[in-house]
């Protein structure tokens, strides 16, 4: 292939797996997947974050990847942790991070799982794109009863389209998730049903637990064309075992996002962060969050306890496997944190609150 042919399949990948670059924008003045009025992160056609750079454009995506600090990754990356089988229901709070960015939230009662992604590839397509280097935490199989999913956005690595309509038709979950992103899951199951909201919406899941939608700074694409024509978002859950925090994808900005949660909500008793995805920083800054700024959110929002997700199971950006991990140990001991307040989470690894309060 000329390398010409090969960037446009390099960028378009980029693009269709984290986001991507702004360069065929130009080629769609109407949005697909949402209609609505204008607002402070809506122009129309287009979310943006406010204060959000300039999108990148094909040639920063061939500087990054033809350019050097490309760590090796094996083709396996293992979890120490077996594959877990959760309990059906859950008084207190459990967490079992299935892979990547997907986790279990056993709260109350009620079983949310958040950015269910099975598939082998982060990618639309089966045959390139990030490859998984160990299987979920939790065998689908043994998944107890869902209540409720919820989506930050629709990259590949978040959105799993086929698993979310496997989960519909198996367990008929309540499918929250930011504005567009319902005319996606649809294209999966036309019959499933999602409550949308924009930031600052909230949905009532039952038992006491309410999830918020609160802003993050990203952007979407599913496609080379669509990009930022779905909303993004991060999630407050008011629970009666707390306030949980998570964050899908973001970057740090100026950090007056994470800052409004706690004004807003309070401190909470979990945050679940994300800490890889990270360099090169003069690219990926602006949308993934690296260690450090991570530890940087866990301070500003008060928590008791974080856990570390979006590491380790798809190559996505520059580092190794085990760096994210390792930056997290470093930039912990510089802020003087036990290392156990903020837990880098492996593949059927899970987190106790060890009380049913």
Known sequence: ??????????????VMTLGGVGYAAHRRSRNPYYRGPVSDHFDGVRFFSPGQPPDKGLGD????????????????????FPQDTPPERVDGLRVVH?????????????????????AKRASPVGFTGPKRANPPGIAFTALPPIDAVLI?????????????????????????????????????????PVETRDWGGSVDLGGGITVHLVPANHWSARGVNDRRMALWCAFVLTTPQGLLYHVGDTGYGDGAIFREVR???????LATLPIGAYEPR?????????PEEAVRVF?????????????GTFRLTNEGPGEPAEAL?????????????????????????GDDR
């Open 1 to 14: 292939m000329k390398n010409h042919g090969f960037l446009k399949l390099a960028s378009a990948m980029t």
């Open 61 to 80: 995506v061939a500087r990054w990847q033809f350019g050097s600090g490309r760590e090796a990754w094996p083709a396996s990356v293992p979890s120490p």
């Open 98 to 118: 299935i892979g990547h960015a997907s986790l279990l939230i056993q709260v109350a009662g009620r079983n949310i799982l958040i950015d269910p992604v099975y």
């Open 152 to 192: 930050t956005h629709n990259h590949y690595d978040h959105l799993d389209g086929p698993i979310l309509a496997r989960l519909w038709a198996e367990h008929a979950p309540t499918f929250v998730a930011p504005l567009g992103n319902d005319a996606i899951l649809r294209t999966y199951d036309a019959t499933i």
């Open 263 to 269: 004004q807003r909500f309070g401190a909470p008793r």
């Open 282 to 290: 003069w690219f990926m800054q602006p949308q993934h969050m690296n």
């Open 299 to 311: 301070r500003e929002v008060g928590a008791t306890q974080a856990l570390g997700h979006h590491w």
């Open 329 to 353: 140990g470093r930039a912990l001991a510089e802020a003087a944190l036990p290392a156990e307040r903020f837990l880098a989470l492996r593949p059927g690894q899970v987190w106790d609150s």
